[in-house]
């Protein structure tokens, strides 16, 4: 048997400790946090690019806006596409995605316009030099059938190789469960649809986030909602220190963007004090 000398121990001790530090560090910056406009009250609205960097966020998800201005989409128009790029660079503020909140109104589940509003919306988010799209499937767009499914995982099969082409990952977001939305994705036969993992969305559907953010793993996930029921983040019913240690055991490297409803007068502090949180429990 091999003598275990002090200086090993001490030696071993070390290393296992050091082992750990690295493993730990690893975890600290392994996704980034953003925001939406609209969680700002700045749907559509480029002077959220500004709140955005006086908070201290590291990217703003942009919408594109629900009321059609001459038939098309409110941000498809080259002087504000141009002047959204621009402020993204002066307050070095990237656009970490953007969202076709039109399919809000003409639902992607049976409306014959919604795909035209995500063919926009791929073409919009590549002139944004962005590359996750958020397709929104709630209220009368909800899906609660399987043909449901269905008919948007076809529709997707068609929008597909076009958000290939472009760079640009679809995202899901919906009150599905996770084996069902990947059923989605592997009906729609591209690798351009991926899941946007909303946690409030899906904890309030009865699944438990933690578990269905390990099972989904980081290549289904293209982006992540962060809310909760209270005021702020960790306030609420959903507990939040196993869900940032389960974004960054998978590895998850893109934006997780904190969705929540600020007070009225208090939005800049109330999205500190939430931007604040995650930071500190993604370094404990």
Same mark, same amino acid.
């Given at each position: 048997?091999?003598?275990?000398?002090?200086?090993?121990?001490?030696?071993?001790?070390? =290393?296992?400790?050091?082992?750990?530090?690295?493993?730990?560090?690893?975890?600290? /910056?392994?996704?980034?946090?953003?925001? $939406?406009?609209?969680?700002?009250?700045? =749907?559509?609205?480029?002077?959220?690019?500004?709140?955005?960097?006086?908070?201290?966020?590291? =990217?703003?998800?942009?919408?594109?806006?629900?009321?059609?201005? %001459?038939?098309?989409?409110?941000?498809?128009? $080259? &002087?504000?596409?141009?002047?959204?790029?621009?402020?993204?660079?002066?307050?070095?503020?990237?656009?970490?995605?953007? !969202?076709?909140?039109?399919?809000?109104?003409?639902?992607?589940?049976?409306?014959? *316009?919604?795909?035209?509003?995500?063919?926009?919306?791929?073409?919009?988010?590549?002139?944004?030099?962005?590359?996750?799209?958020?397709? $929104?499937?709630?209220?009368? =767009?909800?899906?609660? /059938?399987?043909?449901?499914?269905?008919?948007? *995982?076809? *529709?997707?099969?068609?929008?597909?190789?076009?958000?290939?082409?472009?760079?640009?990952?679809?995202?899901?977001? &919906?009150?599905?469960?996770? $084996?069902? %939305?990947?059923?989605?994705?592997?009906?729609?036969?591209? &690798?351009? #649809?991926?899941?946007?993992? &909303?946690?409030?969305?899906?904890?309030? *559907?009865?699944?438990?986030?933690?578990?269905?953010?390990?099972?989904?793993?980081?290549?289904?996930? !293209?982006?992540?909602?962060?809310?909760? /029921?209270?005021?702020?983040?960790?306030?609420?019913?959903?507990?939040?220190?196993?869900?940032?240690?389960?974004?960054?055991?998978?590895?998850?490297?893109?934006?997780? %963007?904190?969705?929540?409803?600020?007070?009225?007068?208090?939005?800049?502090?109330?999205?500190?004090?939430?931007?604040?949180? #995650?930071?500190?429990?993604? /370094?404990?």
């Amino acid at each position: 048997m091999r003598r275990i000398t002090r200086r090993t121990a001490i030696a071993t001790a070390f =290393g296992l400790a050091a082992t750990a530090a690295t493993a730990k560090s690893s975890r600290r /910056t392994q996704f980034k946090i953003g925001v $939406p406009d609209w969680s700002l009250d700045l =749907g559509a609205n480029p002077d959220a690019f500004a709140m955005a960097k006086r908070i201290g966020f590291d =990217g703003l998800q942009v919408s594109f806006g629900r009321l059609l201005v %001459n038939g098309k989409l409110p941000l498809d128009n $080259p &002087d504000l596409i141009a002047q959204y790029l621009k402020l993204s660079a002066a307050n070095g503020m990237p656009i970490d995605g953007t !969202c076709v909140d039109r399919l809000h109104m003409d639902v992607l589940k049976s409306d014959k *316009a919604a795909p035209r509003w995500v063919s926009d919306g791929i073409r919009l988010t590549k002139a944004l030099n962005s590359q996750v799209l958020l397709l $929104p499937f709630f209220g009368r =767009g909800q899906l609660k /059938t399987q043909a449901e499914m269905n008919y948007v *995982a076809d *529709a997707l099969r068609e929008l597909g190789p076009e958000a290939a082409k472009a760079g640009v990952i679809l995202g899901l977001e &919906d009150t599905v469960s996770a $084996p069902e %939305n990947v059923a989605i994705m592997e009906r729609s036969k591209s &690798d351009a #649809v991926k899941v946007y993992y &909303d946690v409030g969305n899906s904890n309030a *559907a009865g699944y438990d986030p933690v578990s269905e953010i390990r099972w989904l793993g980081r290549e289904r996930i !293209c982006q992540i909602h962060l809310k909760d /029921t209270g005021a702020w983040l960790g306030e609420g019913i959903i507990r939040y220190p196993p869900l940032i240690r389960a974004i960054q055991d998978i590895r998850f490297s893109g934006y997780a %963007n904190i969705e929540m409803d600020p007070r009225p007068g208090q939005i800049e502090s109330d999205m500190k004090k939430n931007l604040d949180y #995650v930071r500190n429990l993604e /370094t404990s």
